[in-house]
């Protein structure tokens, strides 16, 4: 399990918990970002917002909400 910053760019996995209050993960299934949904990281510089794929959607997120999003099952682990 890790938090949704560290996905790389086309790397896809699953979100596995939200980290957040009731507020937050409340937004977060409005916009389709539910767990288990599978996420697909478009932009990720390392810095600044990252650019996700969820649902055929594209969602942009700033580096503090993705952090509070864990995801596993990735793509790159092991």
Known sequence: ????TKLLNNEEAAVVALKGGRSFTSRMASMGLTVGVRVKMLQNFGRGSLII??????????RGE???ILIGGSTGDK
């Open 1 to 4: 399990m890790r938090e949704l």
């Open 66 to 68: 993705a952090s509070k």
């Open 53 to 62: 794929l969820v649902r055929d959607t594209r969602i942009a997120l700033g």
